[in-house]
């Protein structure tokens, strides 16, 4: 399975590169810091937002009360036959003493034209879970969620946070067949 780099630290390799042959997993893995997602490049090819989308939010969009919130808005043009979506996030601290969960949830406050998300195979990442913040100074929540769609078509889609302290760099999220 290929993989696209989502982000890279040291700046060596570029957000969007795709890796791909029979190793492209442990090509990425031998890389510490390299953040990367398992993806489809045919579908990436054929639409804008079909198979991967990635959206920054500069300094960070702020979480600052522990009540759970939609955050983070993202689309993604999915199809039918590939029942997984492989998402991961950038957390930073920003301020007091960083808790948190967050998850991937459907955002009925966007176009939703093509299904959800399982309540059953979509995880809750939590930050004390995690330990301290990485080198880079902050955390990497990463997740596969199943789809269950029977239409292609726009699927809108956030973070669901239960947090305080933290900000959100960037989330992206990827369609595959596997796990």
Known sequence: MARIIVWDPSGELVEGQLIQG????QQVERRSAVVSLPCDPELMWSRGARGYFRRSWGTGWPI??????????????????????HWVTRIVP?????????????????????????????PVLILRDLGKPDAAGGWTLRATSRLSTNLEGILGLSLWATARDVAVLWAAVTQTRDR
Do not use: M
């Open 94 to 122: 920003c301020g007091g003493d960083p808790i948190g969960q967050f998850r991937l949830t459907t955002d009925s406050g966007q176009s939703n034209l093509a299904g959800g998300l399982s309540a059953v195979d979509n």
């Open 22 to 25: 029979p190793n492209a997993e």
């Open 64 to 85: 600052t009360r522990n009540a759970g919130e939609r955050v983070c808005p993202l689309t993604l043009d999915v199809v039918t036959d590939r029942p997984y979506l």
